[in-house]
């Protein structure tokens, strides 16, 4: 996978600003917590919001559309969990495996343990931009200039957790066929103000 400068990085903190999480590809620095989903009532059942990944694509198109259904099902897990803070939550290992599986479940028991939901919806702007090898690709990296204005932490109390207005943050994830489907394998998210749609 290339290999990019990506400048300085905010760490942000878990729930109250006082964690910060490992790094979670070989290219990137240390990953930040993604905000998240609607309100602190229960979270849907699991579900499937788009196509489960099947076996290798024969073409490049289809690993594409594989590739970033399976990234769509990551963050549409992430913000169902997010509203109970449920680290178990299904549909995180049905897309994501690893570090980045690692990193929400990290989170999601960190909040958990504090009481503390997520509320609102991240708005995802994400694209394809690797697939290898060229002949059936196994492997693809997804970049997305999420938009996270509308997210928030809370305690159960209705109380935001931070002033933080969210904005712009690149994710970049890479992601690879695992046991027959596409899985996010590992991701890293930018602070605020490091990408525009």
Request: glycine share 6%.
């Amino acid at each position: 996978m290339r290999r990019t400068n990506p400048g300085p990085i905010l760490a942000v903190a878990l729930a109250m600003a006082v964690t910060t999480l490992a790094a979670c590809t070989d290219r990137d620095p240390p990953p930040v917590e993604i905000p998240s989903s609607s309100s602190s009532a229960p979270a849907p059942a699991p579900s499937s919001p788009l196509p489960a990944s099947s076996a290798a694509p024969v073409t490049a198109e289809e690993a594409k559309q594989q590739a970033l259904a399976a990234y769509m099902g990551m963050q549409e897990a992430f913000d169902a969990a997010g509203q109970t803070s449920d680290p178990d939550y299904p549909d995180l290992r049905r897309y994501t495996t690893g570090s980045a599986l690692d990193l929400f479940t990290t989170a999601l028991t960190k909040r958990q343990k504090e009481g503390v939901y997520a509320r609102g919806k991240t708005v995802s702007h994400a694209k394809v931009t690797e697939l290898s090898p060229a002949k059936a690709p196994a492997k693809a990296v997804v970049e997305d200039c999420m938009d996270t204005r509308k997210t928030a932490l809370y305690k159960a109390n209705g109380e935001p957790v931070s002033s933080d207005k969210g904005g712009y943050r690149l994710a970049i994830a890479d992601l690879k066929i695992t046991e027959g489907i596409w899985k996010v394998t590992a991701l890293a998210v930018r602070e605020v103000g490091s990408c525009k749609p």
